[in-house]
Every structure is written in C-alpha cells, then in structure tokens.
C-alpha cells in the first residue's frame, strides 16, 4: 500500500519539480491512469508471488477504504486466485496469492465488487457458484460457511452472500505492514521480501519511462497554442495570405451560408470583422493576386446554389466587390496563381454534372475565358503549379470510374493538358504540398470504401512519376499539408470516413530527406475540412470547425 501511494506521490510531484524548472507541463488524469496500469502489467509478468499486482493493490486500497476501526492483526493472506479483475468480474481458483483484510471476528472479504459494510464492518463475497465456494472451504481451510440471508441486519435484496471464517494462524504486527506467505507457506513481511525488491526495481524503472513520456508530452504541448476566437465558427471556407501577412478567413457554413469575412492579425494573435462578402458562400476557393487583391470565385451560393459568381475584396478599403462571372458554375473546385498574373480554375462540380472544363481569369480585365479542357472530369482532386510554371491535377472523383488515380499536366503556354502516370492508388479529398526540392507529396485522402487512408507518394516533375513513399502514422483524409521553413512537411486534423464523420486532432510530420514520418503534438480540437496556412514568420494557422483556430510553432 505505501509503495502505490509513494507512486503517485512521484506521478503527482514530478511534474510540480520541472516545472520549477520552467518547462510548461500539461498532463491530464489520462496519462495518470494510463501509466498506472502500465506498472501493473509490467509487475505482474515478473513476480510469481502475485499474478495480478494491480489488482492486489486495487483490493488492498479499496478494503482499507471501506473499513473504519480496523485493529492491530486484522489481515492474513490466503493462497488464492482471483482470475480477471480483483472487483469480482473472473472466478476464484487455487494458485497464487492476494492480500486481504481481515475484521476483529477474523471474517474475509475474497472480492470487493460494490460490497456494502454489512453485520459490524464484515464485508463478503459476493456472486460465485456453489462449487466455487466448495472449492474455497476446502484448499483455504475454512471451517464455517454461514448464509448471512438469515442474518436480520443484512438488505434483504442480496443474494448468494456468504461470510467465510478462516482458522490459520494471523501475525499480530501494525496493520501499516502487509505479509504474505512465501512458496514454503511461511508468514513473510512484505517489505523485506524479495517480491518487494523487485517491486521497487520495477517502479524505479517506470518512474524513469514516466518521466521520458512528460518531457515528450512538454515538448508537445508547448508546439501549438489557441488564438483569441473567431467572430464566427465555420467549415468548409477558404484562407488567403494577404502580402501585409495577415491572414483573410471567408464565408463556409455554421448551418447557414456565411457572408462574413475575418482577419487574423499575426502581430496580436487576435481577430476583426472586414467587409462582409456580397453573397454568403462555402466549398468556394479563392487566390491572393500580384496586385495584392483577393479572388473569391463559385462554391455554394445562398442565392442561385451553385454558384457562377466571383468577388474581388480590397485591403486597403476593406470591402467587396463583384468581377466577372464565371463561365461554368461550380464547386468543390481548385484555384491556382500562374507565374503571368492570371487564375487557372479547375474541375468542380456544376450545375449538371462533373466539370472536365477549366477557366483563366484576367484580374487586367476583370474577365474568364474557357482554356483547354482536362481529359477527365473531376471534383475533390487538388491542383499544384510546379517550379516550371505547369499545373499537375490529381486524383479526385468523376462519374463512371468514380475514385481516379489518374493526373494530368496543363501548360499554360499552350493551354493544352496532358495526361501523365498515375498515382499508386485512387484517392479524394487528399493534400498535396510542393517540397522545397520541387517534387510533390500527396498524402491520405479515402478509398472507394470512403474509408481514410494513410498512404503517401511523391510526383517528380523531371520525370512526370509517382514513387511511393512510407506511410503516414496515421488514415486521414480532408486534412491539410504545410510547407515548413525547414522542409518538413506538416499534415494536421481530417477525418476517418468521406460521410464527414467527427474530425481528429492528431498531426504529424514528414521529413522528405529521411523520408519518414513522426508524430508530432496532436492539436487542440478535432477538425476536418480545415485550412492552414503558413505565415511569413514560418508558424502555421489552422482553422475550422469551430470559433477555435490554433497555431503551430514551426521553430520550438
């Protein structure tokens, strides 16, 4: 009992220590229990004393609870085994040892699962079969069997109660020591016995890995922290980075299509209103121009559905205003900046069907003209202009092949698209991010079970390839992928299945040198369907799914 409660007294005060330290710790009541029945297990394969050491302890610490005014000598051990938990749940057989109190009248308690303090702090066993008890009388030397139903004082709700009076012989020692008896049978304290030493040994060691775990779990937490709250919760909206380094959050849905517009200012950590948006909208994109303007352009409209519309928002004035419309409406779309000014968007899906088409805004003209259409038509696939200025479009949806693999190269100075290898497997709604050394890595997105995968591979524009590379720690999809100063790539939140389940929090990190995936301090709050965008100063803002958005400090 004192070596239980000495543990926790170190779990407890451990944390307290470093943090004099000056290392912020966050550790909840989890990690606690977690680690508790970590040492339990770890004990009980090395010790042939006690096949449970966790559930002897339970045992100990819950009688020791339940009676008041034990006396000096009340506890005994008696060789039995609880098989399972020591709450009552497994059956009793002969084997092994556990530790157990004792009343002044020498009556045993051998499970304490919700029992009651009944006939002057007797506590009984509870729920076993008539064999079980046969075999109790007779391998522990129990001379009277008594049905305490007859007894008056016991609730007469209970059933198969009984109260076992032990003869054996009982040290008389400070009920603060516990004994056992050894393989000989011989009345042995537990605190000078070998079983104690290797207790010890063991605790010493897990302290150790306790103390591994909280430095790892220092080190997390401190990578992430909240920003003030949005005015508004959203999903499925865009983020722009305005060259200011403010970040522009618009429209998505609360339930309802939001008109409004916010900004994060880096400098302060907190958010404003700006102008509200003409028309309230969500699974739109947009693009921050050269000129430093922002392009907003289709999703789901609260006026028409899909929408044909694109709005143009002024930082400096702080308002909207209409440009020119687009040619095909649409959603679930992809917008990219070419290398001359103009936006290339790509695919969606339209008012009849799956867009193959794709349009070039002129922010000179504020106009959209039709350029070469892809070979296959396409929604929730994602679209990369690579260093030679070429647009790769992968993956996504279409109607007939449904889940696609396939990727396809438009180049601007031709206006033309070309098809190139496919990926390794079908995917939609994946991320991909371009790596510092130009390649491409795609990673997660759902299979045609529109279940979460965990694949990952990386596209050569030197070769126009795919090559798989190792896989991510864990499925997701609708997830986001950040460039970081480093190289590194961070993938953070999705969900499991494409029928929008509840997202996740956790995130990781790609290094493209190594080619290998860590996990990385998990966020906040579960999210799906949310954005990231990297700022100037390297940290990472990721927002969606509720007021709540949080930033990665790429630089601890």
């Given at each position: 009992m004192f070596l239980f409660k000495s543990l926790f007294l170190i779990l407890i005060y451990v944390p307290s220590i470093l943090s004099c330290s000056c290392i912020s710790l966050s550790i909840d009541a989890e990690f606690y229990q977690s680690t508790i029945i970590f040492i339990g297990r770890i004990i009980s394969s090395s010790i042939k004393d006690f096949n449970s050491v966790m559930g002897y302890a339970q045992m100990t610490m819950e009688v020791e609870e339940s009676i008041k005014g034990i006396k000096v000598g009340d506890f005994i051990t008696i060789q039995?085994?609880?098989?399972?938990?020591?709450?009552?749940m497994g059956s009793l057989s002969n084997g092994s040892r556990w530790q157990i109190w004792l009343t002044t009248d020498n009556f045993i308690n051998l499970c304490s699962r919700n029992t009651q303090n009944v006939n002057k702090d007797i506590d009984i066993l509870r729920n076993f079969a008539l064999e079980e008890r046969l075999n109790i009388v007779k391998e522990n030397n129990v001379t009277k069997e008594t049905d305490i139903r007859k007894n008056t004082e016991v609730d007469s709700k209970l059933n198969d109660w009984y109260e076992y009076e032990i003869e054996d012989e009982i040290p008389s020692q400070d009920i603060r020591e516990e004994y056992f008896r050894d393989s000989n049978k011989n009345w042995v304290p537990f605190f000078s016995s070998s079983t104690y030493k290797t207790i010890i040994k063991m605790t010493l060691y897990l302290v150790l890995f306790a103390l591994i775990q909280i430095t790892s779990t220092t080190t997390n937490q401190s990578k992430w922290s909240n920003t003030s709250p949005l005015h508004y919760g959203r999903s499925m909206h865009a983020t722009s980075l305005l060259k200011n380094g403010n970040v522009l959050v618009t429209g998505g849905t609360s339930g309802d299509f939001l008109h409004s517009t916010e900004l994060y200012h880096p400098s302060t950590g907190n958010w404003t209103k700006t102008g509200l948006m003409n028309n309230g909208r969500y699974q739109h994109a947009s693009v921050t121009l050269k000129n430093g303007k922002v392009l907003v352009m289709g999703g789901m409209d609260d006026h028409i559905g899909i929408s044909g519309t694109s709005e143009l928002y002024n930082p400096l004035t702080r308002n909207w205003t209409f440009t020119g419309n687009l040619r095909n409406p649409r959603y679930m779309h992809t917008a990219s900046l070419l290398p001359n000014g103009k936006v290339l968007i790509v695919g969606g899906w339209g008012l009849?069907?799956?867009?193959?088409?794709?349009?070039?805004?002129?922010p000179l003209t504020g106009n959209w003209t039709l350029t070469g259409s892809m070979n296959i038509s396409r929604y929730q696939h994602t679209a990369s202009v690579l260093s030679n200025g070429k647009v790769l479009v992968n993956g996504g949806f279409t109607n007939g092949e449904g889940f696609l693999r396939s990727s396809e190269l438009y180049d601007p100075l031709t206006g033309t698209w070309k098809?190139?290898?496919?990926?390794?497997?079908p995917t939609r709604l994946h991320a991909t991010v371009s790596l510092k050394n130009g390649k491409l890595l795609v990673t997660g997105g759902f299979n045609e079970d529109r279940d979460a995968v965990k694949n990952a591979t990386v596209f050569d524009p030197s070769t126009e390839t795919w090559t798989p590379t190792k896989s991510m720690q864990n499925i997701r999809g609708m997830h986001t992928a950040s460039l970081l100063p480093n190289g590194n790539v961070l993938v953070a939140g999705g969900c499991l299945t494409s029928i929008y389940s509840s997202g996740i929090k956790t995130a990781e990190l790609y290094n493209p040198i190594a080619k290998k995936w860590t996990n990385t301090c998990s966020m906040h709050d579960n999210r799906w369907s949310n954005?990231?965008?990297?700022?100037?100063?390297?940290d990472v803002l990721v927002v969606g799914n509720s007021n709540i958005a949080e930033l990665y400090n790429s630089s601890t």
């Open positions: 039995s085994y609880l098989e399972g938990s020591m709450c009552g009849d069907d799956i867009h193959s088409s794709a349009e070039l805004y002129d098809i190139v290898s496919s990926m390794p497997y954005t990231a965008t990297v700022l100037h100063n390297g």
